[in-house]
C-alpha cells in the first residue's frame, strides 16, 4: 500500500518479459544479453523503461547508452526501480545490435536489499522491443570467483574477479559471435514486484584519463586528482600468462565498529588473472578512493593506466574564495564529501558502510540546495521517500534502503526536527507534497515515546541509543529538546495541512516536556541531566526553543569552552552560535576545530577531529552550510525564487563565491566592508 502524499509512477511492463539464464539464483552473476532487431525508420523520441536485479550496462550499435544502472532496491516494500531513458539517439535505420551486461548480486548491503533471483526486463514501445525469450543470452565466462580477502558485510555485490583466458571478446560489437549463447529464459514475477520509475538521473561517466604512475617494489601506484569513485583501464606487456594482478584503492581498509575482530573494514577490490603477452582491461565495477595501488610481479610490465570518474549526475555550482586560504581549503574539502557521498542514495561514507544514515543526510541537506544544481534535490527527495515510505510499522529507521537498517531513535528525532531534513528540505523547496506525507508518520512515531513519573521522555532505545560518538554525550537532554523540536515541526506541517487532529497531542507533549526540561535540566548556568557539561546538549536546547534569549550568554559560555562533539553534532553547535548572533565566535570555532582536516593532504573531511575513521564522512561537510547562510547571510521565504544577502563582516578582506538559487547560478562579491554586488545567471 502506498503511503499517502508519496507519489511513485509505476513502469509499464506488460508487454515485457524477466529473462535471465536457465538458472537465475547463483549469486554474483554477471550475464551477457544480446539482441537485433530491425528498424525501417528512427523514431524522434524512444523512451524505454529498463529494469535490472541488480546492476547493469547497456549499449547499442557499440555505443554506451546505460553506464551502471539500476537504483538498488527498495523504492516500496517488495519492490525495486526501472530507468526510464530515450534510445533514439542510439539507434539507426536498418539492423540494430543491443547488448547488456547485468550483475545479479544475490547478497544484501547497508544501502541494498538482497533479491533471490537474477533478472532483467525491458520495454520500448516506439520501437515494439520487448524483452523475450528471442533475446539471446550467456553468463559471462572470465568473470570468476575472487580469493580472499572479501568485502566487508555492509557491502552489496562482490570483488571483481576477471580471467583473460576466458574472456570472449568485446560483446557490445555487432561482428560478435555469438556461438556460446541461448535463447533467454522467461521469468514470472515472483520476487522483483513494481518497479518504481527511478526519479534520478543516469550516472554521469567522464572521459577516460590517462593517469601517470609510479612503480614499486610490489607493482604500481597512481594518485587520482581527488577522492573520487572510478573506474580503470591497464595494459600489461610481456606477460608469461598465469600472472594475478590486484587493484585496490588507498580506501580499501578503514576501521570503525564493529566492523570484523579487529573493526576493520575491507572494500570491494579486482582480482585480474593475466593471459600469454598483452593484456588490455577495463573494469566496469567502480572502486573509490584517492588513490589506485596496483600489485603484479616482475615478471609483468604495466604499460598503461588510466581511469573515468563517475558518480552522482549533479553539476557542482557553489565555489567560494577569500583572503583565507585555509578556509577555502575546507569548504573545497566539504563540496567533495558531500559529492562522493552521493551515488544511488546519500551515503555516510562510500568506503566503509554506503549506508544512507538520515542524520547524516539532515547535515547534508541544507549544504545539498547551495552546492549543486537542481538535479541534486531529486536524490534528496528520494532519500525522504525512503525513509518515511520505507518504514517498520510506526517505526522511522535510520538506514533505508538496505538490509542491514537501525533504529537510532536519535537521528529519526534529527531528521523530524526543525532544523533536520525534512524541515530543511521544506524550508528551502517548498516541495507542496511534504506536508501530507509526513505528517501522520511523523506523529504515529512520536507516539511511540512513553512518559515517566518526571514528566520527561522514558528513554528509547531502538536498536542503539546512540547520540553521538565520543564522550559526555548527555543523551537525556538531547532526546527530550529533539522530541520537542520534532513536534514543533509536526506541528507546522499541520497547518501546511490543515489537519488539526494531532494538534491536541502535540501541543501537551511541548509544553509537558518543555517545563520539565526547565525543571530538571537547567543548572543555573547550563543544561545537564548528570555531572558533566555537553556542548551538544546546550546547542539542541538553543535551537530546540527550551532555551530563551535572556540565557544565550550562558549557552555561548559553554559552546566556546566545551568540546565534545564530533562532526555530525558539531553542525548543531555552530548553527546554535550562529542563530544566537555569534558569528565571529562560531568562525572561531569551526576553524579551530577544522583545522587539522583542512591542512591534511586527503581531499575530503574525516569522520572524526581526533580519530581517524573513514578519511571522507557525510556528516563532516557542515562549514559550507555555515559559510553560505550565516558568513554570507544568504536566505530565502519562497523556496528561493527569492532571497536575501546580510554578508558578516570583519572576518575577511574580500570573499568571492557563487551558489545555486533555484536553478540559477548566482555570484556574489563581498568586500571588507560587507558590500556587496550580485549576478543571476
Known sequence: MRDKGIKMDVA?????????????????????IRHHFELDEVPNEAEAFIAAETKYWLWINGKTVVFEGGVFRESKPGCGWADKLDLAPYLKKGNNTLAVLCWFYGNGGRNNSACSEGGFILSCDAIKLYSSKEFLCAVHPAYVKSN????????????????????????????????????????????????????????????????????????????????????????????????????????YNVNGGPGD?????????????????????????????????????????????????????????????TDNELFNALIKKSIRTLYVCMRNNFMDCPDRE??????????????????????????????ITDFIGLRKGDVLVGNVPGDHFSELPSQSLVAISEFGLLAEYYSMSLDEEIPSMVLEPCVNYLKLWQINDKGLLT?????????????NTDCDVLENCLYVSACRFALSMAEKTGNHSFDAFLNERVELLSANIEKYYWKEDHYASGEFVDDRANAVAMLSGICPEERYPNIR????????????????????????????????????????????????LWEDFYILGTRNHAWSGSPVEIAFRYLLGISSDDGFKTFNVNPHKGIFGYINATFNANGKTVKIQVDKNGEYTIENN
Not at 511492463?13 to 550475464?31: G, H, M, Q
Not at 528513554?459 to 564522550?471: C, E, I, M
Not at 564530533?566 to 579551530?592: H, N, Q, W
Open 12 to 32: 509499464d511492463f506488460s508487454k515485457a518479459r524477466w529473462i535471465w539464464a536457465s538458472e537465475n539464483t547463483v549469486p554474483d552473476c554477471k550475464l551477457v
Open 148 to 251: 580472499e580477502p572479501y568485502p566487508a558485510y555492509l557491502y552489496g555485490g562482490y570483488n571483481t574477479a576477471f580471467d583473460m583466458h576466458l574472456d570472449f571478446g568485446d560483446f557490445t560489437q555487432e561482428s560478435f559471435d555469438e556461438i556460446e549463447f541461448s535463447p533467454a529464459t522467461e521469468y514470472e514475477n515472483r520476487v522483483w514486484g513494481d518497479m518504481v520509475v527511478s526519479p534520478l538521473p543516469l550516472l554521469f561517466l567522464d572521459e577516460e584519463k590517462e593517469l601517470d604512475f609510479e612503480r614499486t617494489d610490489t607493482g604500481a601506484k597512481a594518485k587520482l586528482p581527488y577522492a573520487m569513485t572510478a573506474t580503470f583501464k591497464l595494459v600489461f606487456e610481456d606477460c608469461v600468462g598465469g600472472e594475478v594482478v590486484d587493484i585496490r584503492t588507498d580506501r
Open 261 to 321: 575482530e579487529f573493526h576493520n573494514y575491507n572494500g570491494h577490490r579486482i582480482e585480474l588473472t593475466l593471459k600469454e603477452g598483452r593484456n588490455e582491461f577495463e573494469s566496469l565495477f567502480y572502486l573509490y578512493g584517492e588513490s589506485v595501488i596496483i600489485t603484479f610481479p616482475d615478471s609483468v610490465t604495466l604499460d598503461e593506466l588510466s581511469y573515468r570518474e563517475s558518480g552522482y549526475n549533479s553539476k557542482t555550482v557553489a565555489s567560494i574564495d
Open 354 to 383: 554506503r549506508g544512507q544514515w538520515i542524520g547524516d543526510v539532515s547535515v547534508q541537506a541544507p549544504q545539498v540546495f547551495f552546492v549543486f544544481d537542481e538535479e541534486a534535490k531529486k536524490l534528496l527527495k528520494k532519500s
Open 459 to 471: 528513554a528509547r532505545s531502538g536498536n542503539w541509543r546512540w547520540f553521538d560518538h565520543l564522550w
Open 557 to 604: 559560555k559553554v559552546l566556546l569552552t566545551v568540546f565534545n562533539s564530533t562532526p555530525y553534532m558539531e553542525r548543531f553547535v555552530l548553527t546554535a552560535l550562529c542563530k544566537m548572533g555569534y558569528i565571529d565566535d562560531a568562525f572561531d570555532r569551526m576553524m579551530s576545530r577544522y583545522y587539522k582536516l583542512a591542512k591534511n593532504e586527503n581531499s575530503t
